[in-house]
């Protein structure tokens, strides 16, 4: 089956710095890749998503980039403000399995004043 | 729109002891999932509903598990009997057919402490 190995754990950044998460996924027929936000205590919560069909998709300060190649992709949030501060978890499904995402082990977001 | 909706937020419970959880799905989402969001760790998911059929319970426990959605609605997902290592925050959420298929939506999940 899918696994997905998400890097690094933690990561801690200055307050306008730019962030970096990556995501390796197994499986060559996954073709939906969406990132949630999870704040502490929180629920999810969808921020982007990439099909296999688009190289990169971006929504402001987020964009998401996915080499299907490789089967990697990755998170780049620029201008990072506090209130990114959060886990960030990737995921990976395919249509053929009717939506079934496999989340990655999380990534801790700290973004200093 | 409403949010899916999950009760109870918070069970302490004994080990071996029974418990069942609440969904609401957002209205006129055909697809709901269970995840089970161990402290530190993505969310895994226990099963997935189509209407009220089951589409996916490969990871569901069903020795102690079960879930079900009647009316292709609400869901329950109960645990009997509980073991040490359900502790975790069990996450609902669902999804349309027609548009975004993979678009999920997820609850404020409820967490369970087995002592």
């Known amino acids: 089956g899918e696994n997905v190995e998400q890097h690094p754990s933690t990561l801690s950044v200055q307050e306008g710095d730019s962030a970096v998460i990556k995501c390796t996924y197994s499986?060559?027929?996954?073709?939906?890749f969406p990132w949630y936000k999870q704040e502490l205590g929180k629920r999810p919560q969808l921020i982007i998503d990439?099909?296999?069909?688009?190289g990169e998709k971006k929504d402001q300060r987020i964009a998401v980039t996915l080499n299907k190649t490789a089967k990697h992709f990755s998170l780049h949030i620029t201008e990072t403000q506090p209130e990114d501060s959060a886990v960030y978890f990737c995921?990976?499904?395919?249509?053929?399995?009717?939506?079934?995402?496999?989340f990655g082990q999380g990534t801790e977001l700290s973004v200093k004043p | 729109e409403a949010g899916v909706a999950q009760s109870p937020r918070y069970k302490i419970i004994e080990k071996r002891q029974s418990v069942a959880f609440w969904c609401n799905p957002i209205s006129g989402h055909a697809t709901l999932y269970w995840y089970q969001q161990i402290l530190g760790q993505g969310p895994k998911l226990l099963i997935q509903?189509?209407?009220?059929?089951?589409?996916?319970d490969s990871q569901l426990p069903k020795d102690r598990f079960s879930a079900e959605r009647l009316k292709g609605v609400d869901s329950t997902l109960k645990i009997q009997p509980a073991k040490l290592e359900d502790s975790a925050v069990y996450l609902c959420?669902?999804?349309?057919?027609?548009?975004?298929?993979?678009?999920?939506?997820f609850g404020p999940g409820t967490r369970l402490t087995v002592t």
């Open positions: 509903f189509q209407n009220n059929g089951v589409v996916d």
């Open positions: 990439i099909r296999s069909n688009v």
């Open positions: 995921a990976a499904s395919n249509d053929n399995q009717g939506g079934k995402l496999i």
């Open positions: 959420a669902s999804s349309l057919v027609e548009e975004r298929l993979y678009e999920q939506y």
């Open positions: 499986d060559s027929a996954s073709n939906y």
